[in-house]
């Protein structure tokens, strides 16, 4: 089968990549030293071989075609992995690579940053790419043969995810600070859900839990303003378009004319995880990281069971 991968098929396919990142084929070519009419000719040889057309040249600026889309992500991860080889054979036995992460917002302004400091003076040749998203973005991620792993809410991901619980935090209610609006102490629902809100994306509005609670309890909202992560959501608030309900550690965001209530005798806490799909391959590199989050982890107050780091 090791005749099916000659050196001119590696060569098209790392041709074809550079093409499907450039998207020029004189890029592409100076990229990897070869003249323009040898990368065209590669191209050819490539769609030949797989019997698919993989670049529209009908299209300008340059496109791919469906099939050249799912051969670029799988070169993606076909480059990585043997990047990955190449790393680890030259770099003895320091652990090395580059590390892909999606993760919504609110991590990667407040969780990843001190720990991605940290991580690095452990390990200096290991390079690490964060992804901010949003929820729906996160789960194509999650499928994307590119991206590592992800850091998000438990509760979102899909079924059977490989999941290694982190930290929780708890849910609080965020109001205008001009607003005059008596909430007891604690909030109750009847306190807030009359209001007009502010929440994230239209298809994805409130933490699941959330959502569930105001429901059974007959109540339906009404949503004033969508915004895509929780920094715009503050300043809608600040400007008095609604209330919000959000993770306290964002609520309490400095900078903004907000009032935060707490809402843990209404809600859960929202239980954060990092993820992958079972099975999926870990360099070395990646399992470093997530032993490292793992050992490093705050308590999580709302899960009896630890998952303890399985190394798969």
Request: net charge neutral; aromatic share 12%; with cysteine.
């Amino acid at each position: 089968m090791t005749e099916d991968f000659s050196g001119d098929y590696i060569s098209w396919l790392r041709s074809f990549y550079q093409l499907a990142e450039l998207r020029s084929f004189s890029r592409a070519a100076e990229s990897v030293g070869r003249s323009q009419s040898t990368v065209t000719y590669q191209l050819k040889k490539l769609e030949q071989r797989l019997g698919v057309e993989l670049v529209n040249r009908r299209a300008s600026p340059l496109e791919l075609t469906a099939a050249g889309e799912q051969l670029y992500m799988l070169c993606q991860q076909l480059f990585r992995l043997l990047q990955q080889v190449s790393n680890q054979v030259n770099g003895g036995a320091e652990v090395c690579g580059n590390i892909v992460i999606a993760a919504n917002y609110g991590i990667t302004t407040y969780y990843l940053p001190p720990r991605l400091l940290e991580f690095k003076k452990l390990y200096p040749k290991v390079s690490v790419e964060v992804r901010p998203q949003p929820i729906g973005d996160l789960m194509k991620s999650y499928y994307a043969p590119d991206v590592d792993m992800l850091l998000t809410q438990q509760n979102v991901l899909p079924e059977g995810a490989q999941c290694y619980p982190l930290f929780s935090a708890e849910m609080a209610l965020v109001t205008p600070g001009s607003w005059n609006v008596p909430i007891s102490d604690p909030p109750r629902l009847e306190d807030f859900v009359h209001l007009p809100f502010v929440a994230f994306w239209r298809d994805y509005p409130l933490d699941g839990n959330v959502a569930r609670v105001i429901g059974e309890a007959g109540y339906t909202l009404n949503i004033e303003q969508y915004a895509s992560f929780f920094l715009p959501i503050l300043m809608h608030v600040s400007l008095g378009r609604g209330v919000a309900v959000m993770d306290e550690f964002q609520a309490r965001t400095p900078g903004f004319d907000v009032k935060v209530h707490s809402l843990s005798r209404l809600f859960e806490r929202r239980v954060y995880a990092l993820s992958h799909r079972p099975r999926q391959y870990l360099s070395p590199a990646v399992q470093k990281f997530i032993a490292f989050l793992l050992e490093n982890r705050e308590q999580v107050e709302t899960i009896e069971k630890k998952i303890a780091f399985s190394g798969r």
